[in-house]
């Protein structure tokens, strides 16, 4: 007998950044300036990522588009792998994330594409706590979720291997 199955997640939406805890405004402020710096020719879509760590440093990276299109790397991967690679053992804290067209003005929250949720879900799975990700466009709302797994419910994890 086939049963369905709900995937359900809790997302909170702020209606400015100025909701947000004053930790997390910095943050979306260094993930802001890592937007401004993106290299983004040819999308013209600029997208800002700041991670704070649990050492309490923080680790920017912004999208590198490349003429060779899928040479390019998104903005969370250019943090995450950043962090990654100078701090090998410190775990992330929370992920500040927004986005912005140079075409018009981006004002509704922009998530992390697939690819960058399942290797933010790694990060997650290795250091056994959750990662709160705050995404917004330029302006207006921010989203919050609590966990990687709330923004891709079935992850593909090493268990599988
Ligand atoms: N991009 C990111 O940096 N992060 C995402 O999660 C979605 C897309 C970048 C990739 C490319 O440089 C541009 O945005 C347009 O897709």
């Known amino acids: 007998m086939a049963k369905q199955l709900k995937i359900e997640a809790e997302l909170t939406v702020y209606d400015t950044v ?4 004053l930790e997390i405004q910095d943050l979306m402020n260094k993930a802001q300036q890592a937007r ?8 013209s879509f600029k997208v800002g990522a700041a991670i704070l760590l649990e050492n309490g440093n923080v680790v920017i990276g912004n999208n590198q588009e490349n003429a060779a299109f899928p040479s390019g790397l998104c903005a969370e991967r250019v943090a ?6 100078l701090y090998p053992k410190v775990a992330f804290k929370v992920i500040a994330l927004t986005a912005g ?4 003005q981006t004002t509704t929250p922009i998530p992390p594409c697939g690819a960058c949720r399942q290797s933010l879900a ?4 290795r250091q056994e706590t959750n990662i709160p990700i705050y995404f ?3 302006t207006g709302k921010v989203v ?5 797994k709330d923004l891709l419910p079935l992850i593909f994890d090493s268990s599988y291997l």
Do not use: I
Request: proline share 6%; no cysteine; hydrophobic share 40%.
């Open 18 to 21: 100025d909701e947000l805890p």
């Open 36 to 43: 401004n710096d993106a290299y983004a020719p040819y999308s």
């Open 80 to 85: 995450a792998f950043q962090a990654g690679a």
């Open 101 to 104: 067209s140079l075409k018009q």
């Open 122 to 125: 790694e990060y997650e799975v």
């Open 136 to 138: 917004m466009g330029e």
């Open 144 to 148: 919050r979720a609590a966990s990687v």
